[in-house]
Antibody, heavy 116, light 107 residues
């Protein structure tokens, strides 16, 4: 059974860089794309981007300038960095395993609050 | 970027009633639609993919239909555990987008 376990700082100040990591337990790491998705309080889901084990990445056009994703196959982990955060980046961030077209496995979510 | 519009925003129904959720795409969806169920404090759960294929463990009262730009998720007879928010999602040109969600609440 595939499990995604994520962690990272929960409280940040404006202009800092958000950093989250997700560990993949069970299943094959290398055959999929690994995504980050966020949800602002009381709002809907927003896809941030995805990365593959080969370093291929695709990012949301609206966040592309601030996002960086990477994969560490030796640790079965993948990571998200989002620079220059503002209060608008306050959200629950989820990691997820993507097929080409949908997400079956999700992490538990990490609430990231940006506040001065 | 394809925009997904879900309607209605809120559906107030009683257990046993039929729920019909709509998802309309701003242009033809090349890869079809997935649907997710989300309960408070939980990650979304895949309910339907390829518009009409139930995900693992999803009961038969859930069905999906549609193609092109118009898609529907139907719950034939609502059970107490079905009251939640439902999102549709698509992928096109290497970008995923989600609809704004439909909340199915107890009347």
């Amino acid at each position: 059974q595939v499990q995604l376990q994520q962690w990272g700082a929960g409280l940040m100040k404006p202009s800092e860089t958000l950093s989250l990591t997700c560990a993949v337990k069970g299943g094959s790491f290398g055959s999929y794309y690994w995504s980050w998705i966020r949800q602002a309080p009381g709002k809907g889901l927003e896809w941030i981007g995805e990365s593959s084990r080969y370093g291929d990445t695709n990012y949301s056009p609206s966040l592309k300038s601030r996002v960086s994703m990477s994969v560490d196959t030796s640790k079965n982990q993948f990571s998200l960095k989002l620079s220059s955060v503002t209060a608008a980046d306050t959200a629950v961030y989820y990691c997820a395993r993507g097929s080409m077209y949908y997400f079956v496995y999700w992490g538990q979510g990490t609430l990231v609050t940006v506040s001065s | 970027e394809i925009v997904l519009t879900q309607s209605p925003a809120t559906l107030s129904l009683s257990p046993g009633e039929r729920a019909t959720l709509s998802c309309r795409a701003s242009q033809r969806v090349s890869s079809s639609i997935a649907w997710y169920q989300q309960k408070p404090g939980q990650a979304p759960r895949l309910v339907m993919y390829d518009a009409s294929t139930r995900a693992t463990g999803i009961p038969g009262r859930f069905s999906g239909s549609g193609s092109g730009t118009d898609f529907t998720l139907t719950i034939s007879s609502l059970e107490p555990e079905d009251f939640a928010v439902y999102y549709c999602q698509q992928r096109s040109n290497w970008v995923f987008t989600f609809g704004g969600g439909t909340k199915v609440e107890i009347k």
